[in-house]
């Protein structure tokens, strides 16, 4: 066996025990939770780790399957976006992959955080948000959307958040 193909087992061997030993300390925080009535709140993030597809979202929710545990949908940090840390695109175009992410795992969503950009102007390239919305409207999300915004420009956040906010409005009342 060569050298890199052994090397790369070993990382999968050690990214499935760290997941399985995330998933059962998990359970036990969901478990004090619950009995404390107080819920846990999970969220999509690419550090290189888990979850950041929609389909390890689904599968932690499945496998932990405690009602203490919800999910908050980072727009921004699933593999395939240009924003996300760890293995995210390094274009500044969202790959197909982050839209799909989206719509397997939007649904199970009770917060929404939208990330905004703004690399050049006061449009935002990099996510394409009118997709986004669609995709929770087709799930009927009525949670809360939080708005995170991480410049790659000049925009100060102070004019960067009422752009979001406004633009995000818009595009709910479609």
């Known amino acids: ?58 599968k932690m929710l499945k496998r932990i399957n405690s009602p203490a545990l919800s999910y908050v949908l980072d727009t921004g940090q699933f593999q395939g976006s240009p924003g996300a840390s760890g293995k995210g695109n390094s274009t500044k175009i969202a790959d197909n992959q982050l839209y799909e992410s989206i719509e397997i795992c939007a649904s199970k969503a009770k917060i929404v955080r939208a990330k905004f950009y703004f690399d050049n102007d006061i449009e935002e390239q990099w996510l394409d948000y009118q997709r986004i919305v669609q995709i929770l409207k087709s799930t009927n999300f009525d949670g809360p959307i939080s708005i995170v915004y991480e410049p790659r420009g000049n925009l100060l956040s102070t004019e960067a958040l009422p752009i979001a906010v406004t633009y995000l409005r818009e595009l709910l009342k479609r």
């Open 1 to 58: 066996m060569n050298p890199h193909t052994r090397q790369r087992r070993r990382e999968q061997s050690f990214f499935r025990r760290n997941v399985r030993s995330s998933y059962k300390q998990i359970g036990i925080i969901c478990e004090c939770a619950a009995q404390s009535g107080v819920t846990v709140y999970m969220h999509n993030h690419n550090h290189g780790a888990t979850p950041s597809t929609g389909d390890q979202v689904l």
